[in-house]
């Protein structure tokens, strides 16, 4: 029994109002499968980089517990590059550079002691390679979970439909949940988009929190309002990976434990943003984790009497 | 012992993409005092109209219970009229005719009968006249809120800055908040908020609900997702008015009240929008009322064993 992640694995050199980096190890699996691990301890990856990409670099993840059979590491390639500079307001970015390298093909192999999998994580990629994964896996995990982006909607609408039919939750943002459906209401996207395929829908709203849909039912999580956000990048792939990370903890899939895998993805992603990078989810500390899920009740809850 | 709501009452002219309206009774007064009286029975108005506000206008006040002895009416004169038109998303707006009318230059007398005055409303007007009502009072309220705008801190801030220094509670938008502070974090921003008068600060984030901070609490309350917005116009007043509505039905000022409050004025403004101007809360059962807070219950309740 194992929860495989599969996404990128890359370098990032990012610039905030705060400051900028050099290259450090980013993607969405990384993020993903950092956050899991604190929930889970079988976690394996699935993804691929470059020779540039070395040993200490893996090491972050082993530390972790998390299972890289499933890194492919190519010779005399270059790991997927991204560059961006945030605005000051945080919440919107430029691209500065994206230099695919090994991801231009990447071939998902899943390796034999992967084939245990129950909890599946589909980090952004093309929806080509979301449903290869989900091909390849002898038996169908337990729980499918995918991410994607606008950017496939624009270009590969028809995979990214394909692929959906095979999942059981999607994590969007308001805007994509907006363009994949074509309706304004968010409450009318999800009807529409839980006809798709996913049984469950969570909008991300960023620092206004997630909604998540299933049947007629919907819950609204909070974000953590932050005094200082230094870093998005990362936050919505720390989100799912602390969501998927603790579904396989409790095992059980329906809509109340996946309320609580919320407030816990927001729990890690309210770390993310905290530094640049991975840096702050490298080194989190069970009593650290515990008290920001306590901050999270705090902020939500109140009582009124029947 | 009363509660005062002093505001506009005004004839708006309102078109969505659902359809428009001709001139129907608007105006923050309205919105808020029709709100309120759902939790509270002695609710008074202080407002302004001309003699084009009919007896029948002022029986939709009377039929709620609301005190219309502050409502003046000035022979020979026209009421405020506001028209706007929607854009498709529902969240941005073109006023397409402002005429002050009686509105410019509107002295809110208070008549002897109010000065029982326990909790006051102050809806958006210049700081002037909300500062004047506060100096007329002879005996100083338990609970002053007050809710501004963009518009008086572009052009009226010093004025803006001393009257806030007289209110227990300030309810502006999160766009207002960063305006009025200089932060873009709004945990920041509601830190020198708080140094500015009020001990609590409201930010209102329309469809992703609301934040209340308080010395170094933050509650966030979700807003209803709802399937169609037909009408946003005085979503944020019905929300005040609940909200000091349900402060003076529960007579005691803390956090934990507040964090109620604000459920009640969110559950108010989310019937709000449902139809055209006042149409939907003019005629709500206590039922109806009970049965949307229990929405607003399941919508954020998670429970997490510690």
């Known amino acids: 029994m194992s929860l495989i992640i599969i996404g990128t694995v890359a370098f990032d050199a990012i610039e905030t109002p705060f400051g900028k980096t050099d290259k450090i190890v980013g993607g969405a699996a990384t993020y993903a499968s950092l ?26 993840f082993t530390e972790h517990g998390i299972d890289t059979e499933g890194l492919q590491i190519k010779e005399g390639e270059k790991s997927f590059f991204w560059s961006g ?15 695919l390298n090994v991801l231009a093909d990447f071939d998902p192999i899943i390796p034999e002691n992967y084939q245990d999998c129950e909890y599946l994580m589909l980090g ?12 390849r896996l002898k038996n169908r995990p337990k729980l499918i979970v995918l991410d994607t982006m606008n950017f496939w909607m624009d270009i590969m609408m028809d995979d990214l439909l394909e692929t959906l039919k095979l999942v059981d939750v ?37 620092e206004h929190g997630a909604l998540l849909f299933h049947e007629d039912k919907i819950f609204s999580a909070p974000a953590l309002p932050l005094a200082e956000v230094f ?25 109340n434990n996946m309320k609580n895998a919320i407030i816990f993805g927001s729990a890690l992603a309210s770390f993310c943003v905290e530094k640049f990078g991975t840096e702050k989810i490298l080194n989190l500390t069970e ?20």
Chains 1, 2 share one sequence.
């Open 124 to 135: 952004n990629l093309t929806p080509i390679v979301q449903r290869t994964v989900i091909e």
């Open 85 to 99: 500079k945030y605005h000051n307001d945080m919440n919107s970015r430029d691209t500065l550079a994206t230099e």
């Open 170 to 206: 999607l994590t969007i943002n308001d805007e994509e949940a907006r363009q994949l459906s074509g309706e304004y209401s968010l409450v009318k996207a999800a009807k529409k988009i839980l006809t798709m395929g996913p049984k469950y829908l969570i909008i991300k709203k960023g």
């Open 287 to 306: 009593e650290e984790v515990a008290d920001r899920i306590q901050e999270f009740v705090k902020l939500s809850a109140f009582s009124i009497e029947a």
């Open 35 to 60: 956050a899991a691990s604190y929930f889970y301890n079988k976690v394996k990856i699935v993804a691929v980089v470059g020779d540039d990409f070395h040993k200490e670099d893996i090491d972050a």
């Open 231 to 255: 870093d998005p990048t990362g936050a919505g792939d720390t989100f799912a990976g602390g969501f998927i990370g603790y579904m396989a903890k409790v095992g059980t899939i329906n809509f």
